[in-house]
């Protein structure tokens, strides 16, 4: 079955220093991937995608996403942690064989300390 | 202002009640989608429409029934529903093909809070 694992359900980091928020999935081919941020009581918000290319993309608010098709892997990444970076992040897989499914992730709570 | 435009924000309705969700996007989209968002649960796709045709149905129970006039606005009308039905209620848009592009981005609404009472 196709999947998306977040496997932290909640990251804790200090403001200034550097986070990851790890996503891995479980989809044959070639998917396309996304990462979504929510802030409480909003929708879902597009931060950046990968389709093809260099492995490192590059999104809003200075978030940056790593590809890693070998260890099918998609990390979410900020140089700078920022205490309004505080919210639930979501890690979605496309498909590449067409139709209209997204795999989400169950989402990780990021939680930035001043 | 994410050009998904979801009312009401929130709802609160008996079980015996009849309402309606509304969306509207003002991207150009031809897709659109709803989706149920629960506490600690995946995402949960519920229905896709395509240049205003039902393409996904994600075994949805009969009590959710959407509508897709036109390409802009969705509707979801709710019927005889559940304490367990509570939940957020999202609405997304999306510029596909016929048969769905895979690298094309999904944006959202901000949501409808429903409760179940």
């Known amino acids: 079955a196709q999947s998306v694992a977040q496997p932290e359900d909640q990251v804790n980091v200090a403001e200034g220093n550097p986070l990851t928020v790890k996503c891995t999935y479980s989809?044959?081919?070639?998917?396309?991937l996304f990462w979504y941020v929510q802030y409480p009581n909003r929708g879902l918000q597009f931060l950046l995608k990968y389709i093809t290319g260099d492995n490192l993309v590059k999104g809003s608010y200075g978030f940056e996403a790593e590809f890693n098709k070998s260890q099918t892997s998609f990390h979410l990444k900020k140089p700078s942690a920022l205490v309004s970076d505080s919210a639930l992040y979501f890690c979605a897989v496309r498909p590449n064989t067409g139709g209209f499914k997204t795999i989400f992730g169950a989402g990780t709570r990021l939680f930035v300390k001043a | 202002e994410t050009g998904v435009t979801q009312t009401p924000r929130h709802l609160v309705m008996g079980m015996t009640n009849k309402k309606s969700l509304k969306c509207e996007q003002h991207l150009g989209h031809n897709a659109m989608y709803w989706y149920k968002q629960s506490a600690k649960k995946p995402l949960e796709l519920m229905f896709v429409?395509?240049?205003?045709?039902?393409?996904e149905n994600n075994s949805v129970p009969s009590r959710f029934s959407p509508e897709c006039p036109n390409s802009s606005h969705l509707f979801l009308h709710l019927h005889t529903l559940q304490p367990e039905d509570s939940a957020l209620y999202l609405c997304?848009?999306?510029?596909?093909?016929?048969?769905?592009?895979?690298?094309?981005?999904?944006?959202f609404g901000e949501g409808s809070w429903l409760t179940v009472v």
């Open positions: 989809v044959s081919g070639n998917p396309y």
């Open positions: 429409y395509n240049f205003k045709e039902q393409t």
């Open positions: 997304a848009s999306s510029q596909d093909g016929i048969s769905g592009g895979p690298g094309n981005t999904i944006y």
